[in-house]
């Protein structure tokens, strides 16, 4: 396989390299080893392998741990018996890299081989993919074509039960439908698991959360209403529609499909990240905006109890890279890396609060489901109006999320002053996630 | 026919499609698309009025270590890290203090966007309010402004509402009456004064207590009057107020039954006969515990309660014969009670000789009472001196009350103290439990330039003891001292790696 070429990495920021930590206290570990004599031997190298920062350091083992790093994934390894990840080594060896303390130094063999084992790996995904672009290795074709009509088939009967259901719905008025239970919601989002259609089926079990407020379920109703129909005429719609709707309805596009589409390249900016529990998993939303195409993607990561996030998608950095859109044009899936994440000093794409709106609704008429969209507003201020806060600059205010409460580190970042603030906007209001002051990111 | 606005799309979905005869998937199709454009359509509140900017600092910002530490050390109370260097709130308040005072002796604040995380850790611990100026600037003041839980930095305390005290519950009342207490003593006291008759017993203790603040003679009329109550709990608050004023009737009345009993001159003693229904008006308890005769209980009671200055100052260089341990406990409680450090200083050995002696639990509080009244500059070297002895003896004296006085950081003197009496001890398999509270305060106390130090006497334990639970409290002690010293070290740095990004 050829090697990538990167001659020149751009060193990290030790925030960058603490933000990949797990947890604080793998944080302190990690600064109080970079300085110790623990340290047997350190090395950058980059000569006949990807670029690695590798180090062997002392441990409580007889032998020193191996630690390695490929910092164009970044890909770690360590033979230390720490089941965080990555560990305190792992994290110091590259604290000490970004504080200047490695030097350039011939690859030793371990490290050779290591690298030889993950290029193999590597390399055999590569394969998988240029099959899945190829439209799968023949032989199963037949048999899923088969799957899917019967699929299709299973879920057109489901949301025509869901259309007649909304119909009901409306029959004896909002007022008495607020009252019900989650039990209510429950029985028709089973029905329509059954039916293979669970993306419909979280919209409607999502319902029991408005009870309170009859404006909302409305709207969250017509537009169940809009799914259920379309989806009647599904052939009808325009292709982009058409499967933005079959996503959200819940038919799956599996990844090899994704990454088979025509990826985008550009230095993707990390705007922020943010984590949300559903059921026993917790949800890692991480936004992206294009630096030169201005294009939002979304990057979902997903972490079971006691599990660690394993991205590397550190918010204030960028990240050159080929991405491959979901057919909503939103969610993406990191197809090929052209070089490590470097740090990032400011957001080339940012509007004032009007221009933003309108971009919002435009995706909004390209996928009427849409329910987060990433915001970076140029210039605003946060301005308490009465109980809740708003970002205003002179086109506008959008307000915060009441959910996210006062948002006080924001007011004390801004002291009254216009600031950049990149958040995600949902139905409810605008959550912040990052600000710049200058050059300097601050996390929200 | 004009195209339905949201209100009405949204009465028709309220009175339902079974009274109404719409139809149901019209209506929805309508909702569908009504909703969709209120939401990209959504009305941009004119942006209102902008508070006036924060006043600009120019002061330098911190290192990314520093910063990073501050941000770790404020985050929420109750956190409870294991195998973290900082253990409880206790100890991560007081790194915050240690944390703010070097950054401000280096003139630094903590990065803006944690100045709202250091005033809310201000308002819940008050021994940080004094850094908020220095550490958190102007910005801490103008966020102050736009927040009622932050206006405690603010020199004036919020003036309570006075209908707190017409219709409040007690704890509120009790807050209003402090609060004006402060601002206008005699006004606080006439409000008590005119209501005091009215109110419920439960009430007026805690009531009363408000009088601590300004406490003057002028108050004294309403404490006599308050000798009389019939709750004991209103009595006792009445009494501590009293003992405080020296020129009070109640101080004159104590005297005077203290110097009929003893003789400053001769050091004759003549402890009084009997409890009468004046001496328990004025405190003195009739009946004493177990072990002590009713005179002498009786002296040590009036004593107790007595202002020292009417007792000349070598009272305690004449030999008192066989009352001489009376007469020093009860000059020994009156010289915790009135906070004298001269009388404590004087008193402190005897009494800590009779700890030793005697082991009664009721000397050994007396004993950590007058250490909390004893001058600051003693605290040192008396701590120096208990440790000489070994760390079970000082335990049993309370030594980890006078370290805990003892201003931090330690002088090397306390230092090598402490550090020959762990080695010590533990080198003999002494008790674990006897080195907790010592290795937990001098984690917070010692200079951090002792770190290393800690660390060595934790890793020679581990060698030598593996198992002893000791180790663990000698191993924190060092991570949390070499925790310190990192903390001062980065702050020290300033802020260098700004450079490379």
């Given at each position: 396989?050829?090697?990538?070429?990167?001659?020149?990495?751009?060193?990290?920021?030790?925030?960058?390299?603490?933000?990949?930590?797990?947890?604080?206290?793998?944080?302190?570990?990690?600064?109080?080893?970079?300085?110790?004599?623990?340290?047997?031997?350190?090395?950058?190298?980059?000569?006949?392998?990807?670029?690695?920062?590798?180090?062997?350091?002392?441990?409580?083992?007889?032998?020193?741990?191996?630690?390695?790093?490929?910092?164009?994934?970044?890909?770690?390894?360590?033979?230390?018996?720490?089941?965080?990840?990555?560990?305190?080594?792992?994290?110091?060896?590259?604290?000490?890299?970004?504080?200047?303390?490695?030097?350039?130094?011939?690859?030793?063999?371990?490290?050779?081989?290591?690298?030889?084992?993950?290029?193999?790996?590597?390399?055999?995904?590569?394969?998988?993919?240029?099959?899945?672009?190829?439209?799968?290795?023949?032989?199963?074709?037949?048999?899923?074509?088969?799957?899917?009509?019967?699929?299709?088939?299973?879920?057109?009967?489901?949301?025509?039960?869901?259309?007649?259901?909304?119909?009901?719905?409306l029959?004896?008025g909002l007022?008495?439908l607020?009252?019900?239970?989650?039990?209510?919601?429950?029985?028709?989002?089973?029905?329509?698991?059954?039916?293979?259609?669970?993306?419909?089926?979280?919209?409607?079990?999502?319902?029991?959360?408005?009870?309170?407020?009859p404006?909302?379920l409305l709207?969250?109703l017509?537009?169940?209403?809009?799914?259920?129909?379309?989806?009647?005429?599904?052939?009808?719609?325009?292709?982009?529609?058409?499967?933005?709707?079959?996503?959200?309805?819940?038919?799956?596009?599996?990844?090899?499909?994704?990454?088979?589409?025509?990826?985008?390249?550009?230095?993707?900016?990390?705007?922020?990240?943010?984590?949300?529990?559903?059921?026993?998993?917790?949800?890692?939303?991480?936004?992206?905006?294009?630096?030169?195409?201005?294009?939002?993607?979304?990057?979902?990561?997903?972490?079971?109890?006691?599990?660690?996030?394993?991205?590397?998608?550190?918010?204030?950095?960028?990240?050159?890279?080929?991405?491959?859109?979901?057919?909503?044009?939103?969610?993406?899936?990191?197809?090929?890396?052209?070089?490590?994440?470097?740090?990032?000093?400011?957001?080339?794409?940012?509007?004032?609060?009007?221009?933003?709106?309108?971009?919002?609704?435009?995706?909004?008429?390209?996928?009427?489901?849409?329910?987060?969209?990433?915001?970076?507003?140029?210039?605003?201020?946060?301005?308490?109006?009465?109980?809740?806060?708003?970002?205003?600059?002179?086109?506008?205010?959008?307000?915060?999320?009441?959910?996210?409460?006062?948002?006080?580190?924001?007011?004390?970042?801004?002291?009254?002053?216009?600031?950049?603030?990149?958040?995600?906007?949902?139905?409810?209001?605008?959550?912040?996630?990052?600000?710049?002051?200058?050059?300097?990111?601050?996390?929200? | 026919?004009?195209?339905?606005?949201?209100?009405?799309v949204v009465a028709a979905a309220l009175v339902g499609t079974?009274?109404?005869?719409?139809?149901?998937?019209?209506l929805l199709?309508?909702v569908?698309?009504?909703?969709?454009?209120?939401?990209?359509?959504?009305?941009?509140?004119?942006?209102?009025?902008?508070?006036?900017?924060?006043?600009?600092?120019?002061?330098?910002?911190?290192?990314?270590?520093?910063?990073?530490?501050?941000?770790?050390?404020?985050?929420?109370?109750?956190?409870?890290?294991?195998?973290?260097?900082?253990?409880?709130?206790?100890?991560?308040?007081?790194?915050?203090?240690?944390?703010?005072?070097?950054?401000?002796?280096?003139?630094?604040?903590?990065?803006?966007?944690?100045?709202?995380?250091?005033?809310?850790?201000?308002?819940?611990?008050?021994?940080?309010?004094?850094?908020?100026?220095?550490?958190?600037?102007?910005?801490?003041?103008?966020?102050?402004?736009?927040?009622?839980?932050?206006?405690?930095?603010?020199?004036?305390?919020?003036?309570?509402?006075?209908?707190?005290?017409?219709?409040?519950?007690?704890?509120?009342?009790?807050?209003?009456?402090?609060?004006?207490?402060?601002?206008?003593?005699?006004?606080?006291?006439?409000?008590?004064?005119?209501?005091?008759?009215?109110?419920?017993?439960?009430?007026?203790?805690?009531?009363?207590?408000?009088?601590?603040?300004?406490?003057?003679?002028?108050?004294?009329?309403?404490?006599?009057?308050?000798?009389?109550?019939?709750?004991?709990?209103?009595?006792?608050?009445?009494?501590?107020?009293?003992?405080?004023?020296?020129?009070?009737?109640?101080?004159?009345?104590?005297?005077?039954?203290?110097?009929?009993?003893?003789?400053?001159?001769?050091?004759?003693?003549?402890?009084?006969?009997?409890?009468?229904?004046?001496?328990?008006?004025?405190?003195?308890?009739?009946?004493?515990?177990?072990?002590?005769?009713?005179?002498?209980?009786?002296?040590?009671?009036?004593?107790?309660?007595?202002?020292?200055?009417?007792?000349?100052?070598?009272?305690?260089?004449?030999?008192?014969?066989?009352?001489?341990?009376?007469?020093?406990?009860?000059?020994?409680?009156?010289?915790?009670?009135?906070?004298?450090?001269?009388?404590?200083?004087?008193?402190?050995?005897?009494?800590?000789?009779?700890?030793?002696?005697?082991?009664?639990?009721?000397?050994?509080?007396?004993?950590?009472?007058?250490?909390?009244?004893?001058?600051?500059?003693?605290?040192?070297?008396?701590?120096?001196?208990?440790?000489?002895?070994?760390?079970?003896?000082?335990?049993?004296?309370?030594?980890?009350?006078?370290?805990?006085?003892?201003?931090?950081?330690?002088?090397?003197?306390?230092?090598?103290?402490?550090?020959?009496?762990?080695?010590?001890?533990?080198?003999?398999?002494?008790?674990?439990?006897?080195?907790?509270?010592?290795?937990?305060?001098?984690?917070?106390?010692?200079?951090?330039?002792?770190?290393?130090?800690?660390?060595?006497?934790?890793?020679?334990?581990?060698?030598?003891?593996?198992?002893?639970?000791?180790?663990?409290?000698?191993?924190?002690?060092?991570?949390?001292?070499?925790?310190?010293?990192?903390?001062?070290?980065?702050?020290?740095?300033?802020?260098?790696?700004?450079?490379?990004?």
């Amino acid at each position: 396989m050829p090697q990538p070429v990167v001659s020149d990495v751009r060193r990290w920021s030790a925030d960058q390299v603490l933000s990949l930590a797990p947890d604080a206290s793998a944080q302190r570990a990690a600064r109080a080893l970079a300085g110790d004599k623990a340290w047997c031997e350190v090395g950058y190298s980059a000569d006949d392998v990807p670029p690695t920062v590798w180090g062997l350091c002392q441990g409580s083992d007889v032998q020193p741990y191996q630690t390695c790093v490929d910092l164009t994934e970044p890909a770690f390894r360590c033979t230390c018996p720490s089941r965080k990840f990555p560990c305190k080594h792992t994290l110091s060896v590259l604290l000490r890299w970004a504080d200047e303390a490695v030097a350039a130094v011939p690859a030793p063999q371990w490290v050779r081989e290591w690298q030889a084992a993950r290029a193999e790996t590597v390399s055999r995904a590569e394969r998988q993919e240029e099959v899945a672009r190829n439209g799968g290795e023949g032989s199963g074709r037949a048999a899923s074509d088969k799957a899917a009509t019967r699929r299709a088939t299973r879920v057109a009967a489901g949301l025509a039960e869901l259309d007649r259901w909304l119909a009901d719905q409306l029959r004896g008025g909002l007022a008495g439908l607020s009252r019900l239970g989650s039990a209510h919601w429950e029985a028709m989002a089973a029905r329509l698991v059954d039916a293979q259609a669970p993306g419909a089926a979280r919209l409607v079990r999502n319902l029991a959360d408005y009870a309170g407020d009859p404006e909302r379920l409305l709207t969250e109703l017509g537009l169940l209403r809009l799914l259920a129909a379309g989806f009647q005429r599904l052939d009808s719609l325009p292709p982009a529609l058409a499967a933005t709707l079959r996503l959200r309805v819940g038919i799956p596009v599996g990844a090899e499909n994704v990454l088979a589409t025509e990826p985008v390249r550009d230095r993707w900016q990390i705007l922020g990240a943010h984590d949300e529990p559903e059921g026993d998993l917790i949800v890692r939303r991480v936004w992206l905006r294009g630096a030169t195409t201005g294009r939002a993607a979304l990057v979902l990561s997903f972490a079971g109890p006691f599990q660690v996030f394993s991205t590397d998608l550190v918010p204030g950095t960028e990240l050159d890279a080929d991405l491959c859109f979901y057919p909503e044009h939103v969610r993406v899936l990191i197809k090929h890396r052209h070089a490590p994440a470097a740090p990032l000093t400011g957001v080339d794409w940012r509007l004032p609060v009007d221009a933003a709106m309108r971009e919002y609704a435009e995706a909004l008429a390209a996928d009427p489901w849409l329910e987060r969209w990433p915001m970076v507003l140029d210039g605003v201020v946060p301005v308490e109006a009465g109980r809740s806060w708003s970002l205003d600059d002179e086109t506008g205010g959008l307000p915060v999320d009441p959910a996210v409460g006062a948002p006080w580190r924001l007011v004390a970042a801004a002291g009254g002053r216009p600031l950049t603030v990149a958040g995600e906007w949902s139905a409810t209001g605008l959550r912040p996630l990052s600000a710049w002051v200058g050059d300097r990111l601050i996390r929200l | 026919m004009s195209a339905p606005t949201w209100p009405d799309v949204v009465a028709a979905a309220l009175v339902g499609t079974a009274r109404s005869g719409a139809d149901a998937d019209a209506l929805l199709d309508t909702v569908a698309a009504r909703a969709l454009r209120r939401r990209a359509g959504l009305p941009l509140a004119a942006a209102g009025p902008l508070p006036p900017p924060a006043p600009v600092d120019e002061t330098p910002t911190l290192g990314r270590p520093a910063a990073a530490r501050i941000a770790d050390l404020l985050e929420a109370d109750g956190v409870r890290r294991s195998g973290s260097p900082v253990r409880d709130t206790a100890g991560r308040v007081e790194m915050i203090a240690e944390w703010s005072a070097a950054a401000a002796r280096g003139g630094r604040r903590v990065p803006a966007e944690l100045v709202p995380a250091f005033l809310e850790a201000a308002r819940r611990h008050r021994s940080l309010r004094p850094w908020v100026a220095p550490v958190a600037g102007p910005l801490a003041g103008w966020l102050a402004a736009q927040r009622v839980e932050w206006s405690y930095i603010s020199d004036q305390p919020a003036r309570p509402a006075a209908a707190a005290w017409d219709f409040g519950t007690t704890a509120q009342r009790v807050a209003y009456l402090g609060a004006q207490r402060h601002r206008d003593p005699g006004g606080a006291r006439a409000l008590l004064a005119a209501a005091w008759d009215a109110e419920p017993p439960e009430g007026r203790a805690a009531l009363l207590g408000t009088l601590a603040v300004n406490l003057s003679t002028a108050d004294e009329q309403l404490l006599e009057q308050a000798l009389d109550d019939r709750r004991r709990q209103v009595r006792d608050v009445a009494l501590d107020l009293l003992a405080r004023l020296p020129d009070s009737a109640h101080a004159a009345r104590m005297s005077a039954r203290a110097l009929a009993a003893v003789d400053p001159a001769t050091l004759r003693v003549n402890p009084p006969a009997g409890c009468d229904r004046a001496m328990r008006r004025d405190g003195v308890a009739p009946r004493p515990p177990a072990g002590t005769g009713e005179r002498a209980w009786w002296l040590e009671e009036i004593l107790a309660r007595t202002p020292l200055p009417v007792w000349p100052r070598d009272l305690l260089d004449r030999d008192a014969g066989e009352w001489a341990p009376t007469l020093r406990r009860g000059l020994a409680r009156a010289a915790a009670a009135q906070g004298d450090g001269g009388w404590a200083a004087a008193l402190v050995d005897w009494l800590t000789a009779e700890v030793v002696a005697r082991r009664q639990p009721a000397d050994r509080l007396l004993l950590e009472a007058l250490y909390e009244t004893l001058p600051v500059d003693d605290l040192a070297a008396r701590a120096a001196t208990a440790l000489r002895d070994g760390l079970i003896g000082a335990t049993d004296v309370g030594v980890d009350r006078v370290l805990a006085r003892c201003p931090a950081p330690w002088p090397p003197a306390v230092a090598d103290a402490v550090f020959r009496a762990l080695d010590d001890h533990l080198a003999r398999g002494g008790a674990a439990w006897r080195v907790t509270a010592v290795c937990e305060l001098a984690a917070l106390r010692l200079p951090p330039g002792q770190a290393p130090r800690a660390a060595a006497l934790a890793q020679r334990l581990h060698d030598a003891h593996p198992r002893d639970a000791a180790v663990a409290s000698v191993a924190h002690m060092a991570a949390a001292l070499t925790f310190r010293r990192e903390m001062l070290a980065e702050l020290a740095a300033g802020p260098t790696e700004e450079t490379d990004t």
